[in-house]
């Protein structure tokens, strides 16, 4: 690991709270609008649908949920529940080994687990709460530890744009006309990793100070092979959600395979990754990829994603009390 430089105004940040700021009201309004657009657009779908079967929203929602096979379905996604658990921690870990400090596996697993609590209302917030649990439990740096979770949160952009555009290569004659927009995307983000790695390696702009700053030293630290290996070590999880839920839509009595879905599932998570309210924008995606399956997409992506975010939550729990022990005990 190297040291990370500090500026005298840095320093003075840390033995000091830096003032807090008001939270505009901004962000609240747009995601409210987003969320009353997907729940319109979804009650207009669905009701549409129910009433071409000549039947009440209520009970055609109530035919579809009653043809899923749940058992197989639940054991699949328990099962990819905890694969993912396992890889999810296994990237925190070796990201903050490269940047912070030697943790052991076996003790972020009660942070990462903790931290999906938390994430029922936003991954974001969650990835906060591991860097204050590291703060608290481990005195690492919480400047630094910021640092890494955003150097996390960066890579998982560019590996979920990576794996749609392999999935477009592999299917691009059978995709929506919009997707024919994502080489152009990939393109420019290529361009724009290339020049960001370029930037903190002071390549260019040698003379700017802002790279300077603690919550980026991750970024100073990573080299080309960090991304490499950030794309790697987390692409067991997508290629098994893949999998999950190519399976899983079966189960739901909707035909798809796995490279109708490889393409797709990044753009969703994209999707669910958006604070909504049950994960609305990604069931809306689901409507939106697969239109002749209206009733079962919606009953998909919010039994799917609901159940995931549930089910981390409920691994989490089972940590709780190790964590809190660490932290308060």
Partial sequence: MTESPESPEAAAGEATPAPRRKTSPIGRVVFLLITVACFGYLYYRLDGAATREGLSLAAYMTQVFATVQWLPWLALMMGYSLFFFLIDTLVVTRALNWFLADIRYRDILPIRASAYIISIFNEQIGKGAMAYYLNRRDKVPGWEVGSVMLFIMFCEGF???TWATVGFVFTAEELPSVFNILPVISACAAVFLVLWILYFSGRILPGNRLRERRILSAFRQARP????AFFLL??????AAVV????????????????TVLPYLPVIFFAAAVPTPMRAAAITFWVILFPDNEGQMAAFGFVQHNFFILFNALIGLIFWRRAQR???G
């Fill in 159 to 161: 590996y979920l744009l």
């Fill in 225 to 228: 092979w960090h991304y490499v």
């Fill in 234 to 239: 987390r692409s067991p999880a997508l290629l």
């Fill in 244 to 259: 999950v839920y190519t399976a899983s839509l079966n189960l739901f009595g909707v035909d798809a395979s796995l490279l």
């Fill in 326 to 328: 660490e932290l308060f």
